[in-house]
């Protein structure tokens, strides 16, 4: 699915409500095409664990990119 697709945050959503319903305690986690460009919306989508690769290693500055992402995520879970 691409980053943001309306059915990928249906997916994300379906999952949110599905979890506490069934008790459990389970992370949703998104791999591929994180990015602090994409953080935020995989985050408000309903991701818990967003693994970059290439955004941070191709990074000029690596330790910013992570802490953009970061940044942008959080920002999402606050919202």
């Excluded at 506490?20 to 919306?41: C, E, F, M, N, Y």
């Excluded at 953009?68 to 919202?79: G, L, N, Q, V």
């Amino acid at each position: 699915m691409s980053p943001g697709s309306t059915n990928q945050r249906a997916t994300f959503r379906r999952l949110r409500d599905e979890i506490p319903r069934r008790g459990l305690k389970t992370r949703i986690q998104v791999d591929g095409g994180v990015s602090p460009k994409t953080a935020h919306i995989v985050a408000e989508a309903g991701a818990d664990v967003l693994v970059a690769g290439s955004a941070v290693y191709g990074a000029e500055n690596p330790a910013q990119a992570i802490d953009d992402i970061r940044a942008k995520a959080e920002a999402a879970f606050k919202a």
